[in-house]
């Protein structure tokens, strides 16, 4: 009998340290050892022991949740995410509003080429003894060469248009009651993995879960419901500008100007009204001739209106209430 008595001393003191008893039948142990209790007084509903101090309730991500994330707020400007975080999405809290597109005003360029020009070439020095006309834009090119003298006309140009500027988009920013950031979470120490700290929630970073949607129930734990929003897309842009056909163009009127090379360049050996006599001065040949109509017309611009719009995906974030 004394052997068995022996043998069940140590047992008994075994039994007692592995359950955590005292000599006086008190709980020990680190604090991690006891389970938490999660809101509601639903012990492992959305709570666990595993981990944690004294001040930290380790919490579970319950199922159909995504997270856990931080959101992120700050008092100016735009809320950055911390060291070893990623963003996951930037946009708002709260209202949302984007204003359309600031477009800059329409306008059209004075018409090319208003007017035709027609040239007539004479042998003598006083535009008598007429000899042949050409025909052509405002620029003639045609081969004219060595005259006694010459004299031109202009002619609406059918083929004018106006060149169309203008228009430039200024995209105003999206506004929101309060910028916000979601950054990936960090695992906190003394929680599992996918667990969070019930007081790891401040005014600036929320721990959060969230859905997709706008209507989620925030389960227990997560009592905080913010409404998040995004930019979904943006296709605030505005209108090409146009200009209408060219209207006001006076052609009987103006100057023509005489170059020594093609293309209404080099130098110009003179100029003179439409309809006067030129006779060059040089012996050099007339390569080209230029019309500059007195009244060039003009065109009404049109368009450059603001178009497109943005649309915003929505999303319910759960959070620890802030500390």
Known sequence: MLHRLVLAVPLVGWLGCSLGFDGDGLQTGPASSVASTGAGGEAGSHASGAGGDASCTCMD???GWQGPVLLRQAANGDPQCGAGENIIAEGGLGDFAAAKAECDVC???TPNDPCKLALYLYDDT?????????????????????????????????????????????LPPVQWAE??????????????????????STALARTCIFQRGADSQCPAGFDEALSFSEVQSDTRACGMCACGPVGGTLCSAGTVVYYDMDNCIGQALGSDSLGGCFSPLTQA????????????G??????????????FAEQTYCCVPAN
Request: charged letters at 15%; one cysteine or more; aromatic letters at 6%.
């Open 107 to 109: 306008t059209c360029d």
């Open 61 to 63: 991500v319950p199922r």
């Open 285 to 296: 040949p007339i390569e080209s001739a230029k019309i500059i109509p007195a009244v060039p």
């Open 179 to 200: 910028r916000a950031t979601v950054c990936s979470f960090v695992e906190e120490e003394g929680c599992k993995p996918g667990q969070v700290c019930a007081g790891s």
């Open 126 to 170: 006083a535009c008598m003894q007429y000899v042949i006309d050409f025909l052509g834009p405002a620029c003639n090119t045609d081969p004219i060469g060595f005259v006694g003298s010459i004299s031109a006309t202009g002619i609406f140009n059918n083929m004018t248009s106006c060149a169309a500027s203008g228009g430039e988009t200024t």
């Open 298 to 311: 003009s065109c009404v611009p049109s368009g450059g209106a603001p178009v497109g719009d943005v649309t």
